[in-house]
C-alpha cells in the first residue's frame, strides 16, 4: 500500500504542451486540472480522475478517467457546474461549511482510529477557486 504514489503520472496525455496544473487530493482519489496548449496555441483542459484500486491479489493498480475542455465549452461548463453545486448547496446545505467549502466525506484521522482504517488527507477547493483558471 504506501507504493502508491498519488503523483504518478506515467500515462500523461501526450496531446498538447503542459502549462500549468493543480492536483486536488481528495481521500483515495485525486483530480488533476491541467491547462495545455494545442500546436496552433490554442488553450484547453484535461480534467483526470485518479484513483487507486486494489486488486484481488493484493497489488494495486490506477484506474483514470479523463475529460476534455475546450475553449469555446469553458463558459458553459463553468455555468453548468456551479448550477448543480448552487442545487446542492439549496437542498443539502448540510453537506457545506460556513465559508461555502464542502465537508469532506473522508474520515479525519481521530475518527479513521476508532474506525480500524487509515483515511487518506483530503483537500478541498472552493467554488471560486476552481473557476479560476476556467
Given at each position: 500500500?504506501?507504493?502508491?504514489?498519488?503523483?504518478?503520472?506515467?500515462?500523461?496525455?501526450?496531446?498538447?504542451?503542459?502549462?500549468?496544473?493543480?492536483?486536488?487530493?481528495?481521500?483515495?482519489?485525486?483530480?488533476y486540472?491541467?491547462?495545455?496548449?494545442?500546436?496552433?496555441?490554442?488553450?484547453?483542459?484535461?480534467?483526470?480522475?485518479?484513483?487507486?484500486?486494489?486488486?484481488?491479489?493484493?497489488?494495486?493498480?490506477?484506474?483514470?478517467?479523463?475529460?476534455?475542455?475546450?475553449?469555446?465549452?469553458?463558459?458553459?461548463?463553468?455555468?453548468?457546474?456551479?448550477?448543480?453545486?448552487?442545487?446542492?448547496?439549496?437542498?443539502?446545505?448540510?453537506?457545506?461549511?460556513?465559508?461555502?467549502?464542502a465537508?469532506?466525506?473522508?474520515?479525519?484521522?481521530?475518527e479513521?482510529?476508532?474506525?480500524?482504517?487509515?483515511?487518506?488527507?483530503?483537500?478541498?477547493?472552493s467554488?471560486?477557486?476552481?473557476?479560476?483558471?476556467?
Open positions: 500500500m504506501n507504493n502508491f504514489d498519488y503523483n504518478d503520472r506515467s500515462e500523461m496525455d501526450s496531446m498538447g504542451d503542459e502549462l500549468y496544473s493543480v492536483p486536488v487530493k481528495a481521500g483515495k482519489r485525486i483530480y486540472f491541467d491547462v495545455k496548449a494545442t500546436r496552433g496555441g490554442d488553450y484547453y483542459v484535461t480534467i483526470t480522475e485518479s484513483r487507486k484500486k486494489q486488486m484481488r491479489d493484493g497489488s494495486f493498480t490506477i484506474d483514470k478517467h479523463k475529460i476534455h475542455l475546450y475553449k469555446e465549452d469553458f463558459q458553459k461548463f463553468g455555468e453548468g457546474f456551479r448550477e448543480v453545486v448552487e442545487y446542492i448547496k439549496r437542498e443539502r446545505p448540510e453537506f457545506f461549511n460556513a465559508d461555502g467549502s465537508i469532506s466525506s473522508v474520515a479525519s484521522s481521530s479513521s482510529s476508532s474506525y480500524g482504517g487509515g483515511a487518506e488527507a483530503s483537500t478541498t477547493i467554488e471560486d477557486d476552481f473557476f479560476k483558471g476556467l
